[in-house]
T-cell receptor
Framework: AQSVAQPEDQVNVAEGNPLTVKCTYSVSGNPYLFWYVQYPNRGLQFLLKYITGDNLVKGSYGFEAEFNKSQTSFHLKKPSALVSDSALYFC????????FGTGTRLKVLA | DGGITQSPKYLFRKEGQNVTLSCEQNLNHDAMYWYRQDPGQGLRLIYYSQIVNDFQKGDIAEGYSVSREKKESFPLTVTSAQKNPTAFYLCASAEGQGLNQPQHFGDGTRLSIL
């Protein structure tokens, strides 16, 4: 079965520190991978995607993600966290449909 | 500005009542989707449509119905058969048939039981 896992319900990080939000996937064939962010009572906003090519993908708001085929992972990273980055983050994989992870709540502490 | 508009933002349903959630997009996207979001469960796909006058059931279609009579509109009806409708409903669209394009989301409708 095809699936996406976000192993952490919540990640806390101090402002200015680097952050990582983890995502692993299980799909047959080459995956199309996405990260989205959701603020309270809003829809999801697209951050970045991996289709093919470089394993390090750069996206919006200073976020980037590293694709690792051998570990079937697509972790979201940012070198220096901001308080305004606090939100709910979703990893997704696209096959014939989108499959979303259960989300990771990021809290950046001032 | 192009985007997806969902209305209403809040909706209350009485016992035995059908309610319809509106989703309109002006992005000229072919593919449209409805998701249900419950705390701790991520997004679950209800229905999707890749072209006008065609739609497919998602993972949790029971108790819901949709139509796609126009490219820009994809309304969702929550019927009385859906016994636990309280949730946050999100509509999304994607270019082409959404092969490797990101989805664009509306700001959701929160449905509650009266």
């Amino acid at each position: 079965a095809q699936s996406v896992a976000q192993p952490e319900d919540q990640v806390n990080v101090a402002e200015g520190n680097p952050l990582t939000v983890k995502c692993t996937y299980s799909v047959s064939g080459n995956p199309y991978l996405f990260w989205y962010v959701q603020y309270p009572n809003r829809g999801l906003q697209f951050l970045l995607k991996y289709i093919t090519g470089d394993n390090l993908v750069k996206g919006s708001y200073g976020f980037e993600a590293e694709f690792n085929k051998s570990q079937t992972s697509f972790h979201l990273k940012k070198p220096s966290a901001l308080v305004s980055d606090s939100a709910l983050y979703f990893c997704a994989v696209k096959t014939y449909k989108y499959i979303f992870g259960t989300g990771t709540r990021l809290k950046v502490l001032a | 500005d192009g985007g997806i508009t969902q209305s209403p933002k809040y909706l209350f349903r009485k016992e035995g009542q059908n309610v319809t959630l509106s989703c309109e997009q002006n992005l000229n996207h072919d593919a449209m989707y409805w998701y249900r979001q419950d705390p701790g469960q991520g997004l679950r796909l209800i229905y999707y449509s890749q072209i006008v006058n065609d739609f497919q059931k998602g993972d949790i279609a029971e108790g819901y119905s949709v139509s796609r009579e126009k490219k820009e509109s994809f309304p969702l009806t929550v019927t009385s058969a859906q016994k636990n409708p309280t949730a946050f409903y999100l509509c999304a669209s994607a270019e082409g048939q959404g092969l490797n394009q990101p989805q664009h989301f509306g700001d959701g409708t929160r449905l509650s039981i009266l």
